[in-house]
């Protein structure tokens, strides 16, 4: 695999020529978007046509129930793990399945070989994350209890292949219970043959302050549960300044702090999908940014004759427009920003990657992560 940059007067029959490759391939693996227009700076993933391959680290995902049945068909073949966001549950241990049903995403993910994986979450009727659903849980014994019994019983009775636990704004007073809670449902679930991740905010040391840190104990959650995934992404986010969703030299720092704490093989690079698109001037604490994908930013880029640039320290592309007289800035990933990631999984010894989220089309991503893991 190749990654080519986009130069002044190139054309998609220009690079097949050049490279000796097929049109339709070019055009297939880069989800290129009729009528196939380029911009200046846009990464384009260069390969063969061949048979999809599961790499051979972990790879998963999250995925909304309502997710496009379409853009998973394409994903799936390169994951190992589909996991289904979310199940929620009460302070007093009853659990509460997504209210739009999972049936459709356990048959697609196991159409593809992809573990069926329950997100476990204190997200409430509001659809914020609430720290007292967890304390109310974790200080409970008997809650606890009832809750792992209920757990391992809808695995059991809807064919799901593992639990991953994304508890987010734990109080510090929570510390020692959260962790005791994962390995207790870890012991639970490995009592029926299957695994329990926990999801890590990005820290960098023990005593990080912050209401997002402070509650996840990275050494004691790397004991409790079979394996973590580190959230190493939202640096850039919609009320941020204009930067990286997930700068390399950041995620390094993460990385290397994690490794002092959890085993190499225990730990998932959490890779995003998407990116932001602010308006400027930016405003602290009023500017918002919007989400979008990442094949969206370049049609963006495009119609806007934008040229992409490429930031070498964070390892990841940017751009800026116009439109109705207003400035943007746009940060988005591709697949040079997913090479720098991918590098630092195989460079750390790391057991696997997990992507926020699989709701959008990424399938250069996806085939760059299957040729880099990929034992030949």
């Known amino acids: 695999m190749l990654i080519y940059v986009v130069q002044p007067g190139d054309t998609v029959n220009s690079i097949a020529r050049d490279f000796q490759l097929s049109i339709s391939t070019i055009i297939y693996n880069n989800q290129l978007a009729y009528p196939f227009q380029l911009v200046v700076g846009q990464a384009l993933l260069l390969s063969a046509e061949g048979?999809?391959?599961?790499?051979?680290?972990?790879?998963?995902?999250?995925?909304?129930?309502?997710a496009s049945e379409e853009v998973l068909r394409q994903t799936l073949p390169?994951?190992?793990?589909?996991?289904?966001?979310?199940?929620?549950?009460?302070t007093d241990g009853q659990l509460i399945p997504p209210a739009q049903g999972d049936d459709r995403l356990i048959s697609l993910a196991?159409?593809?070989?992809?573990?069926?994986?329950?997100?476990l979450t204190p997200i409430d009727a509001s659809g914020t994350f609430n720290n007292n659903l967890i304390s109310g849980l974790v200080q409970n014994p008997d809650a606890v209890s009832r809750l792992i019994g209920e757990i391992v019983r809808y695995l059991e009775e809807n064919g799901m292949q593992g639990v991953d636990v994304d508890f987010e704004y734990i109080l510090p007073s929570d510390r020692v219970a959260f962790a005791d809670f994962v390995r207790q449902l870890r012991i639970a679930v490995?009592?029926?043959?299957?695994?329990?991740?926990?999801?890590?905010?990005?820290?960098?040391?023990?005593?990080?302050?912050?209401?997002?840190?402070?509650?996840?104990?990275?050494?004691?959650?790397g004991a409790a549960a079979d394996f973590v995934?580190?959230?190493?992404?939202?640096?850039g986010y919609t009320y941020s300044v204009p930067m990286a969703v997930a700068p390399v030299n950041k995620v390094r720092?993460?990385?290397?702090?994690?490794?002092?704490?959890?085993?190499?093989?225990k730990i998932h690079l959490g890779i995003p999908n998407y990116g932001y698109d602010w308006p400027?001037?930016?405003?602290?604490?009023?500017?918002?940014?919007?989400?979008?994908?990442?094949?969206?930013?370049?049609?963006?880029?495009?119609?806007n004759n934008a040229e992409i640039r490429y930031d070498t320290t964070a390892q990841t592309p940017w751009f800026t427009y116009t439109r109705d007289g207003e400035q943007h800035e746009v940060w988005f990933e591709d697949v040079r920003s997913?090479?720098?990631?991918?590098g630092l999984i195989s460079e750390y010894g790391l057991a696997g990657a997990g992507v926020w989220q699989l709701m959008r089309p990424n399938l250069p991503g996806w085939l760059l992560m299957s040729g880099t893991f990929w034992i030949r």
């Open 253 to 265: 720092q993460v990385v290397e702090y994690a490794l002092t704490r959890i085993p190499a093989e």
């Open 78 to 90: 390169y994951m190992t793990a589909l996991n289904i966001f979310s199940y929620g549950f009460t």
């Open 280 to 303: 400027l001037p930016h405003v602290p604490g009023t500017t918002k940014a919007t989400s979008i994908g990442n094949l969206q930013a370049i049609q963006i880029a495009i119609e």
């Open 51 to 66: 048979e999809a391959a599961r790499p051979v680290i972990e790879t998963g995902g999250y995925a909304y129930p309502y």
């Open 190 to 221: 490995n009592a029926i043959g299957y695994r329990v991740s926990v999801a890590l905010a990005p820290k960098t040391s023990d005593n990080q302050p912050g209401l997002l840190y402070e509650g996840k104990d990275y050494a004691l959650l």
């Open 338 to 342: 997913y090479q720098a990631k991918f």
């Open 229 to 235: 995934l580190l959230m190493t992404y939202e640096w």
């Open 110 to 119: 196991n159409d593809y070989g992809a573990r069926p994986v329950m997100t």
